[in-house]
């Protein structure tokens, strides 16, 4: 059979002998049966609701997407589209986009582009540019950050009712619940001469306190207010309430690596003794009921009123290493 004879799928780049079996083919692509190598699709009912780590399945892809974050945030495995440089939470969806872009991309060896970061190949330019400054770039941001007001009094619930601060743009109004998304806000809608200046007054939010240069940016952020939004009293009540770190990294949050191996001093056991009412009824029926004057039977030197069974007021420490108190010598438990 001749080249020209053969039939080349756009999607995958297989080649089948007749125009029949190419309708075919893409009939797979269409049901999923077959990834966008050619390949068949194990399971192909759940594969866009299996976890790539550990291949669990789920009933919708929310659950799948929760399950990925939640049980496997650490994992090196992601996915990134080659010809623009999207990240995408789940294999198939990244292989879904790139359905959209034109495979003749691929092709073009001499304008592949390596990260120097991560070593993940881009099919151009373009596509290695925005991967760099969506994921490496935001590294930068941790340490270099660009400054942003402090976030506002108000609190959101995500998906998986996290509660979340809720950032803001003094310079316009606009609203976020990642601090990121508003330095990339800052740097890309507004100018660092905009971004340092400060305004000879600002106008104080009276619902959540937040500040803003100007009337506009003032009503702008009036607008994103609700009857049911959530708000804090204090830092104290917001480092309570929210769990997320990573949303403006606050250092109170985390916990000091050297604090798990710091040993807690520990409390000293406090004395137990029962009630003086409980004790005057006690010694009141031994004395009705036996006349015996040993002192061995004088409810004082009961031992549960024994101060020395207290290891703190032991200096002798005679108690340390015994629970029971007749290891302790009767003279010391009498003079006591």
Not at 192 to 212: G, H, N
Not at 240 to 259: G, Y
Not at 265 to 293: A, F, N, V, W, Y
Request: glycine share 2%; hydrophobic share 25%; proline share 6%.
């Amino acid at each position: 059979m001749s080249t020209e004879s053969q039939h080349n799928c756009v999607l995958c780049d297989s080649k089948l002998g007749s125009k029949e079996a190419l309708q075919e083919h893409f009939r797979k692509h269409a049901n999923k049966e077959i990834d966008t190598r050619g390949r068949p699709v194990k399971n192909c009912k759940n594969a866009d609701t299996q976890c790539d780590i550990c291949d669990k399945s789920f009933d919708t892809i929310t659950a799948t997407i929760r399950h990925r974050f939640k049980m496997h945030p650490n994992s090196p495995t992601k996915f990134y589209c080659s010809y623009c440089g999207k990240q995408f939470p789940l294999r198939t969806h990244r292989d879904n986009h790139q359905l959209s872009h034109d495979s003749s991309e691929s092709k073009k060896i001499e304008q592949h582009k390596k990260c120097m970061d991560c070593d993940m190949v881009f099919y151009n330019e373009r596509a290695l540019d925005y991967h760099y400054r969506s994921i490496h770039k935001r590294m930068v941001y941790l340490f270099q950050p660009i400054a942003t007001p402090p976030p506002s009094n108000k609190i959101k619930l995500n998906s998986m009712n996290d509660a979340l601060s809720v950032y803001y743009c003094h310079l316009c109004g606009a609203e976020y619940v990642i601090k990121f998304n508003l330095q990339q806000h800052l740097e890309k809608a507004h100018t660092q001469e905009e971004r340092e200046t400060m305004p000879e007054d600002l106008i104080k939010c009276t619902v959540c306190s937040a500040l803003f240069c100007n009337k506009k940016a003032y009503n702008v952020h009036n607008s994103y207010h609700q009857p049911n939004d959530l708000y804090v009293t204090s830092e104290q009540q917001r480092v309570q309430t929210v769990t997320k770190v990573d949303q403006d990294f606050d250092i109170r949050r985390v916990e000091a690596v050297a604090d798990k191996y710091i040993p807690r001093p520990k409390r000293p056991l406090k004395h137990r003794t029962k009630s003086s009412k409980m004790r005057k009824t006690e010694t009141e029926g031994i004395k009705s009921e036996s006349s015996s004057d040993d002192p061995a039977d004088d409810p004082a030197d009961d031992p549960v009123d024994d101060p020395v069974d207290d290891p703190v007021d032991d200096p002798a420490g005679t108690n340390e290493s015994s629970d029971s108190e007749s290891d302790i010598p009767l003279e010391q438990r009498i003079t006591s």
